[in-house]
């Protein structure tokens, strides 16, 4: 493990970079465009981690796999600096053998929606210089959910003292919502529009779960062919 940085001293350097556009300034997706998603399970201080790489509007999409060391121990509310160095050292990689330009990263995770509104999700995309938002599985931000339809799509503005912070969606009919929100260069209706167009049959985004599929079997050396490894 690598020496205790001041947390809270970094985590304002990066705020100060944190760039969210106006909700009338919408991020164009054009087909065929590539998307990242990352997630990572952890074997003591390894962490495995899977990216799913999509082609916008396109069935087609490839797992890539990275192994990574841990080098910073998690303090409670800076989550980020614990989970965000082995996903950026994964996407340095991935960037290496896929020549291509990445367009937008999707992390597991929180982006604006976040207390000090600095998730995971922003701090990746602000450390790759990358397009970034957030879909989580719960949310950090205590709110009243009893108004959100029961349909698939239906919506609620997450908001925190006056200000849209993310959203909270729910992907499928009569199940839990989820809540997505911008990371870094993206609004939240453009990052509620996207999440809603990769939803896919099940609760989690299609995408979320295939990288979530993939890291769990990583963590289990159950490496499946068509993966390909990162060195």
């Known amino acids: 493990m690598q020496p205790e940085m001041d947390y809270e001293k970094e985590l304002q350097k990066l705020q100060a970079l944190l760039e969210i556009p106006e909700e009338d300034q919408a991020f164009k997706l054009s087909k065929g465009d590539l998307i990242c998603t990352l997630d990572v399970q952890y074997v003591d201080n390894e962490a495995f981690v ?3 790489v999509m082609k916008w509007e396109e069935e087609e999409s490839q797992i890539f796999l990275s192994k990574e060391e841990v080098k910073h121990e998690y303090k409670p509310g800076y989550f980020a600096f614990r989970e965000g160095p082995v996903l950026l050292a994964a996407i ?3 960037q290496e053998e896929v020549l291509e330009e990445i367009k937008l990263l999707i992390i597991d995770g929180h982006g604006t ?3 000090r ?7 990746v995309g602000i450390k790759a210089n990358l397009p970034s938002m957030g879909i989580a599985k719960d949310t950090l931000i205590k709110m009243d959910f009893s108004e959100l339809d029961e349909r698939e799509n239906a919506f609620l503005k997450l908001m925190d003292q006056g200000e849209w912070i993310g959203s909270v969606l ?11 929100s911008a990371g870094f260069r993206i609004n939240q209706s453009s990052t509620l529009s996207i999440s809603q167009a990769i939803r896919g049959q099940y609760r ?3 995408p979320i779960r295939r990288a979530d599929q993939a890291a769990r079997k990583f963590a289990k050396e159950e490496i499946e062919e068509s ?3 990162l060195n």
């Open 204 to 206: 989690i985004p299609e």
């Open 170 to 180: 729910r992907s499928q009919t009569g199940i839990k919502p989820v809540f997505p």
């Open 227 to 229: 993966m390909i490894m």
């Open 113 to 115: 929606a976040h207390p």
């Open 50 to 52: 899977a990216l799913d």
């Open 92 to 94: 340095k990689k991935l």
């Open 117 to 123: 509104r600095m998730g995971l999700a922003s701090w």
